[in-house]
Nanobody, 121 residues
């Protein structure tokens, strides 16, 4: 089994910066992909960014140039550096991992509990 624990959310003024972290733990065999999704008030959960174990990244257009995703494979941790934050970035941010637990037959999707980001003056 794989557990994901996020940290780093909070209240930030427009134009500010914040970094989210997510650490995976458990009996892990591999984590080919990690990423972040977000769910704004009254909205569905949408992709923000993903990163492969080799460092290949993918971003939703609305955060390109402002957000940077990175990961530390040795620590099974993924980060999301968020700059130039806007009120529309307000959402619950969920960490995601496509991972294979030790002794598991295949990959599975895992989610963190979510961390709230509020961008407001």
């Amino acid at each position: 089994q794989v557990q994901l624990v996020e940290s780093g959310g909070g209240l930030v003024q427009p134009g500010g910066s914040l970094r989210l972290s997510c650490a995976a733990s458990g009996t892990i065999f591999s984590i080919p992909s990690m990423g972040w999704y977000r769910q704004g008030p009254g909205k569905q959960r949408d992709l923000v960014a993903t990163i492969s174990e080799y460092g290949d990244t993918n971003y939703v257009d609305s955060v390109k140039g402002r957000f940077t995703i990175s990961r530390d494979n040795a620590k099974n941790t993924v980060y999301l550096q968020m700059n130039s934050l806007k009120p529309e970035d307000t959402a619950i941010y969920f960490c995601y991992a496509q991972a294979q637990a030790t002794m598991a037959p295949r990959l599975a999707d895992y989610w963190g509990q979510g961390t709230q980001l509020t961008v407001s003056s």
